[in-house]
């Protein structure tokens, strides 16, 4: 059998410490308020998952679907202005 300790170097070439980067911190905040709206939306369906959902569940997963679209949309318009792209007739 052949042992793959000499070889590790080569393919591990860059160690990694286990910690997310600076970088991928700063992304993670830029997107952090589509997380929570997305984990808002998640929890009122989780609620209605094991009865019959009531107009005041159906009222609030709606207004979580909105969020979450708004939250997502703002997040795009804001890559999209952050990178310089324009987009022609005033969609982003």
Not at 7 to 20: K, N, R, S
Request: aromatic share 2%; proline share 4%; charged share 25%.
């Amino acid at each position: 059998m052949k042992s793959i300790a000499a070889l590790q170097a080569i393919v591990t070439a860059a160690p990694f410490d286990g910690e997310p980067s600076d970088a991928e911190l700063d992304a993670i905040e830029v997107e952090m308020p589509a997380i929570l709206a997305d984990v808002v939306l998640l929890d009122a369906q989780i609620m209605t998952i094991d009865r019959t959902p009531s107009e005041l569940d159906h009222q609030r997963i709606r207004r979580a679907r909105r969020m979450l679209l708004a939250a997502r949309r703002d997040l795009a318009n804001r890559t999209t202005a952050a990178s310089g792209t324009t987009v022609s007739g005033g969609v982003a």
